[in-house]
């Protein structure tokens, strides 16, 4: 959530310890699915105002961290408001938290739950005169992103006012091509294709890979695995190990009815920890549509 009049958003953690100031468990803390319900938030956004959708308004990118316990948020607004939000879930109240500070001196605590896909967080902002306002922020995904609507009342919440209404929308990666003019297009084309490629991968979107991975397709994967389309649908079925995959430096190249796109790829896992892959994906131009019809991964430690 924005302050200012952007306000507020997301969470802290918290370590329970033992009097001997050790974990009282090995277990994973947060294992049950209530934990990733925010997880559709997680990525590299440009944000924008939801009725004015063709100015980026801020940078904001949203990371899993502490082993999978909570999310941090950190927001760079094109106004010079920057703040950082954490975001947890309570297991001990069966409630989600969530602080957010800025530069600009501002702290917000909200709290509250989930109802279907939408997360609705709402809490008393205190003014610099004494002054106590209701700031109440809603998240939900929305098709192409993620949306976030927040509401004040001073009233105590009988009558609400709009604060702001914005939409996150997956950073768009700069693609550097070595193209014709005449092959524009297609460089445009296939750099859409490599985007919807990574969400395909995110969602476990098996039906995606069905239609745009050719019938002949081989995967070469980092661990150096040998997939066939079968085999890889059946892998991404499974869903992805990672809870963000933020592309940079994609290069797209066409020669005729055939191209490369090259591009690196800095991911978090649900653990929280943290690396880089590198991948080349060959597509050829079948019936009028280009197909991947192949693929090679590297991942590093980075």
Not at 52 to 57: H, S
Request: overall charge negative; glycine content about 8%.
């Amino acid at each position: 959530m924005r302050i200012d009049p952007s306000f507020a958003r997301v969470v802290f953690g918290l370590a329970l310890l033992s009097p001997g100031g050790r974990a009282t468990s090995a277990e994973p803390a947060c294992a049950e699915p209530e934990h990733r319900r925010l997880d559709f938030w997680v990525g590299d956004w440009d944000t924008f105002d939801a009725d004015a959708r063709d100015k980026v308004v801020a940078r904001t990118r949203v990371d899993v961290i502490l082993g999978g316990c909570a999310l941090r948020e950190t927001y760079e607004g094109a106004d010079g408001l920057s703040g950082q939000s954490y975001t947890i879930y309570d297991a001990s109240r069966k409630v989600w938290h969530q602080s957010w500070v800025t530069n600009r001196g501002q702290l917000l605590q909200i709290e509250g739950r989930f109802e279907g896909d939408r997360l609705t967080l709402q809490g008393p902002q205190l003014s610099s005169d004494g002054r106590t306002t209701l700031v109440r922020g809603v998240w939900s995904p929305e098709a192409g992103g993620v949306r976030e609507v927040a509401h004040t009342s001073k009233d105590g919440g009988t009558t609400w006012q709009p604060l702001f209404d914005i939409f996150f929308k997956r950073h768009n990666a700069k693609v550097a091509t070595e193209t014709s003019d005449a092959d524009r297009s297609a460089v445009e084309t296939l750099a859409q294709l490599n985007r919807e490629y990574v969400d395909a991968f995110m969602k476990a979107d098996v039906n995606w890979y069905r239609e745009h991975l050719a019938d002949d397709f081989v995967c070469i994967e980092s661990s150096g695995a040998v997939l066939d389309k079968d085999a890889f649908l059946r892998d991404a079925a499974s869903g992805p190990d990672v809870a963000r995959y933020d592309l940079a430096d994609v290069r797209v190249r066409v020669f005729g009815d055939f191209a490369l796109v090259h591009a690196t790829g800095r991911f978090t896992r649900r653990d929280g920890t943290q690396g880089t892959s590198r991948y080349t994906d060959a597509y050829a131009l079948r019936d009028g549509r280009w197909k991947a019809v192949s693929a090679q991964i590297t991942r590093s430690a980075e």
